[in-house]
């Protein structure tokens, strides 16, 4: 069974630093297109990293640029998302999402993905 695992969500205080994992079963993350998702109460989902199959390019939402970084772990069939200078605004549900299309420019619509992961819950207070 095909399936995306997220860990790491958690309670920080503003200002401070989480790490996403996202781990695969079932097939191999290094040739999948990732995006890493987010959605507050209320509001829609929405892309905050994507990048395509080849890691030739990724997009990221202009409210985390210079602050959320994104990595792979082939080994471990593991991605990642690092989150610094965390703010309150940042507090929501984080999702994994790989597709298998092949893109030049990084996708990052909800639509351009096909497994999610159940999410994880990041909750910036203080």
């Known amino acids: 069974q095909l399936q995306l695992v997220e860990s790491g969500g958690g309670l920080v205080q503003p200002g401070g630093s989480l790490r996403l994992s996202c781990t695969a079963s079932g097939f191999s993350l290094d040739r999948y297109a990732i995006g890493w998702f987010r959605q507050a109460p209320g509001k829609e989902r929405e892309g905050v990293v994507c990048?395509?199959?080849?890691?030739?390019?990724?997009r990221i939402a202009e409210s985390v640029k210079g602050r959320f970084s994104f990595s792979r772990d082939n080994a471990k069939n593991t991605v990642s998302l690092q989150m610094d200078s965390l703010k309150p605004e940042d507090s929501a549900v984080y999702y994994c999402?790989?597709?298998?299309?092949?893109?030049?420019?990084?996708?990052?619509?909800?639509?351009?993905?096909?497994?999610w992961g159940q999410g994880t819950l990041v909750n910036v207070s203080s």
């Open positions: 990048i395509n199959n080849s890691d030739t390019d990724t």
């Open positions: 999402a790989a597709t298998g299309l092949t893109t030049g420019q990084a996708m990052c619509t909800v639509d351009s993905f096909y497994y």
